[in-house]
């Protein structure tokens, strides 16, 4: 599938056919398909045709604008700002004969450019803890001015002069890496984080963080509900407040200074930051503070470098790759501790997600705080925690972990779409369709440990169920492609095709079969082309049927009432009757409660996204499922879903709460 390009716009003024052109200031957010929109800078004036739509709930943008066309230039942005795209697109040219890894990694940390990223790699950061080093963050801010603070000293400038200099590096570094509201929070955070460091006093710096927090929000209201805002914020918060104080208990203890102040840091701001996470991903990470501690020696050397590469660029194109070759040292050193963590056993333990989870784990961080000012109760809770984590560790090592051993289907989390994996053996698969974006299914396979696919199925080629297909074929090799007879709509089969490369895309009717390393799977429907339903690409979508070791699934793709009351008259209640069910089209109310009763399955398992904009999983349908006996569980609320064979039954293994967007 194409990409998509979605830019942050203001609207100046609107006009649509044969009506007279409104003009306004509002913010609104263009998704293009051309890779036009992509090389775009902050400040050019555009022109675009598309379809206006309105915002989502909670979104404080006017409009979003669906554009097909390329922008047309209209007016150019400030030398300033073409200045910095072309520094920025230096560091690019001196990375690009760099490994991928680190390569992809160095841009994103000095001016915030992911497109190299490997989406595996942020996984890895995501789950040790290090996200905030995989783009611009306060810290790089507060590296770079730090440098400059310190070299105009050296010159015995007087106060003025070093703040006038440091706040014109400070709005440069801003410009150098687009001042994208993640990059402003992070250079409003890291200025005021700089501020209590140098000047050592807190209380000064205290005021100022409310101050900025207060601000920022007056300009981008939205700020109120990012978690990103948030984390800057509690970070920066236990920076100054808890990082002082327990520095400066460490060195009490005999500790030397540098090494107090690295436990410090990280320590006090994976405290500050622990609650928010753990709501937003439903665990507690135990390999987040030695992760960051780890790359704290990393950070400053690949900032440092980083920028030196972009700088010299325009002028010394030797030298900056001479410096990006440097700073990949350091960002290779990043990799490694994000990669290395990420598979540490029980490196997560569960934690309840959303505001209740955030709320327990924020009253039990202050309630351990204040109790360990007690030497007594300290060297109690220190042997308390000492002891749960140790008693943790086994159970968690010895468990099955993930995937679960006798697993005989996985839903994979990837939002309002369908990605089902069956085992074939060792590192094998057959995957049936791949969600709506790539890094989403790319992910579920690799936790999957799912290395080789020995069959693709497309149940159809809706977008939610082929976005995603380019992640299923990313470093695996795959042997065969399959899709329905039904060529709408022709963009997606188009997709999956050009995905597929040299592997043909074969088409499967009612009556195909396929066996591999125990697993049988046949073709149920349609029995013939469906014409004139309520959605014909839907009622002519592959419904599958699967034995894996003894148990039978029944994938429903996303078959209606149509195609599901024709499977049941010619086929008989027998043939669709299934262990677990695949909840056709991701719960909606287009379902023949016949046909649901008939499967009669232990387990239904609902792919769908959560707050999504078409109301599923209809209730009603939920609440049959349940009635009839069926155990009903969604990845919107689990995440990936694991069928097992529990020998005299089936149980559920959820892997935990889906990301966020």
Known sequence: MPATYLVAVELVMIRADEAAPVRLSARGLVLGSDPGWRGLLPGQRVTARG????????????AVASVREPPTLVGESSWAQRAAGVLRAGLQRACEPLPDRPGG????????????????????????????????????????????????????????????????????FVILARPSPSVVRAAAMGAIGLLGLASGRSRAALPALAAGVAVLILVDPELA??????????????????????????????????????????????????????????????????ANLLAVPAIAPATLLGVGSAVLSPVWPAGAEFAAWGGHWPARWLVLVATYGARVPAGALPWPGGVAGAVLLAVVTVGLLVAARRPLIRRLVTVVAL?????????????SGWPPAGWVVVACAVGQGDAVVLPAGKGSAVVVDAGPEPNAVDHCLRRLGVRRIVLFVASHFHVDH??????????????????????????????????????????????????????????????????????????????????????????????????????????????????????????????????????DPEVAL???????????????????????????????????????????????????SPPTA
């Not at 379809?51 to 006017?62: E, I």
């Not at 490997?118 to 730090?146: C, K, Y």
């Not at 349940?626 to 995440?639: L, N």
């Open 51 to 62: 379809k206006l739509m309105p915002p989502r709930g909670g979104d404080l943008r006017a």
């Open 105 to 172: 990694l160095l841009p994103g940390l000095v001016v915030g450019d992911t497109s190299r990223l490997d989406p595996a790699l942020e996984d890895d950061f995501r789950t040790t803890g290090m996200t905030h080093l995989n783009a611009v963050s306060g810290a790089n801010v507060a590296i770079v001015v730090g440098v400059v603070l310190f070299a105009v000293r050296r010159t015995r400038a007087g106060p003025v002069i070093t703040a006038l200099v440091c706040a014109a590096v400070l709005v440069g």
């Open 225 to 290: 509900a990012d978690p990103g805002f948030a984390l800057s914020v509690l970070a920066t918060s236990g920076l100054l407040l808890i990082a002082p104080v327990w520095r400066d208990a460490l060195r009490r203890r005999g500790c030397p200074a540098g090494l107090a102040e690295a436990l410090a840091v990280p320590a006090a701001a994976q405290v500050a930051c622990g609650p928010v996470v753990a709501g937003l991903s439903g665990t507690v990470s135990l390999v987040a503070v030695p």
């Open 387 to 399: 002891g749960g984590v140790l008693g943790a560790l086994p159970v968690r090592l010895l468990a």
């Open 466 to 599: 082929i976005g995603g297909v380019t992640g299923v074929f990313r470093g695996r090799e795959v042997l065969a492609v399959a899709g329905p007879d039904w060529p709408e709509p022709p963009a997606g089969r188009s997709a999956v095709a050009a995905a597929a490369g040299r592997v043909p895309l074969r088409v499967i009717r009612y009556g195909w079969t396929y066996e591999v390393a125990g697993l049988e799977l046949s073709v149920l429907g349609p029995i013939a082309p469906m014409r004139g339903t309520n959605s014909d690409p839907n009622n002519n979508s592959l419904v599958l049927r699967a034995r894996v070791d003894g148990r039978t699934v029944l994938l429903a793709g996303d078959a209606e009432t149509e195609e599901q009351e024709d499977l049941l008259h010619h086929l008989g209640p027998e043939a669709v009757r299934a262990d677990v069910l695949k909840v056709a089209h991701h719960g909606s109310s287009y379902q023949s409660p016949a046909f649901v009763d008939e499967i």
């Open 606 to 656: 609902v792919s769908v996204g959560r707050d999504n904009d078409y109301g599923h999983p209809n209730a009603s349908l939920l609440a049959r499922l349940s009635r009839g006996g069926a155990r009903v569980v969604r990845t919107d609320q689990s995440g990936d879903i694991a069928a097992v064979d529990a020998g005299r039954g089936l149980a559920v293994v959820a892997r935990g």
